[in-house]
């Protein structure tokens, strides 16, 4: 039997910094959304675990063998293996969250397969901030790292959403060093429309200083009047909410016109 599961692209509708904790990381306050397209992993049962990746990304995994879908095997518990086919049609270094996602499907296959553990969300906290997240891939407050995840009411869900990358991989750890280091004030109240609406994100302008094709992206976003466009994450990928399909499958049209050599998707949010 063959276990089938998208690992659903994650972006942050409102991401504020407030402050460098003595461990070295910054304290967060999120929302997290998933859109209901991304990766793809199939499973089926194998003698020993194994992992192959392919697709459209599969070259920007340098050692398929030592990225998150691996190691999320490793911490996991099971009577059997699992052989694992990855296919990357997410780009990587774009603030999608495309590893965590991947290792969030993978535990969701282990789920199925298995069972998970009393402690995965803990395991799954120990392989990075979003993973923790990424397993239910559902719209929630994410604070501390990342992995302080509160349940939100979500009116959001069935909204039209446009991803669009120019194709240049952004590493999170020089975009949070260029962070000015300001606290603009701590997450907005209200539902999920309401924190998307007057949320920010406060690592756009970092990001933007080492990867200016951002605010290329942005500009374009902004030409169609979409409900709200912004960064995701530490960037590069940038999104954008449409009250309706056709609104936004215009607005991709007219930038693949425009810009034929950046990456986007187009889906829901979940």
């Not at 780009?91 to 495309?98: D, H, I, Q, S």
């Not at 997240?133 to 446009?162: H, K, Y």
């Not at 991709?252 to 034929?260: D, Q, Y």
Request: glycine share 12%.
């Amino acid at each position: 039997m063959t276990i089938t599961e998208t690992a659903y692209a994650k972006i942050n509708l409102a991401l504020h910094v407030r402050r460098r904790r003595d461990d070295g990381y910054h304290e967060l306050e999120t929302l997290f959304a998933f859109v209901g397209a991304g990766d793809t992993l199939s499973a089926h049962a194998a003698d020993q675990d194994r992992v192959s990746t392919v697709g459209e990304f599969a070259g920007g995994i340098d050692n398929p063998f030592d990225n998150l879908v691996s190691k999320a095997l490793g911490l996991l518990p099971r009577s059997g293996g699992l052989d694992i086919t990855l296919e990357k049609n997410l780009p990587v270094a774009a603030g999608l969250g495309g590893g965590s996602a991947d290792a969030g499907a993978l535990f969701r296959i282990v789920e199925q397969a298995h069972g998970l553990p009393d402690d995965w969300q803990e395991r799954a906290a120990k392989l990075g901030a979003d993973v923790p997240c990424c397993v239910r891939s559902e719209t929630v407050v994410g604070r501390g790292t990342g992995t302080e995840l509160e349940p939100i009411e979500s009116d959001l869900g069935g909204m039209a959403v446009l991803l669009v990358n120019p194709r240049v991989p952004v590493s999170t750890g020089p975009v949070f060093k260029a962070w000015d280091g300001k606290d603009r004030g701590a997450l907005p109240e209200g539902n999920a429309r309401q924190i998307a609406q007057s949320g920010r994100n406060d690592l756009r302008d970092p990001a933007i200083q080492i990867c200016p094709q951002i605010a290329d992206v942005l500009t374009e976003l902004e030409r169609d009047k979409p409900w709200k466009f912004e960064m995701s994450g530490s960037g590069a990928t940038c999104f954008a909410l449409y009250d309706n399909t056709a609104a936004r499958d215009e607005a991709a049209r007219r930038i693949a016109g425009a810009h034929p050599d950046w990456w986007q998707m187009t889906g829901k949010l979940r």
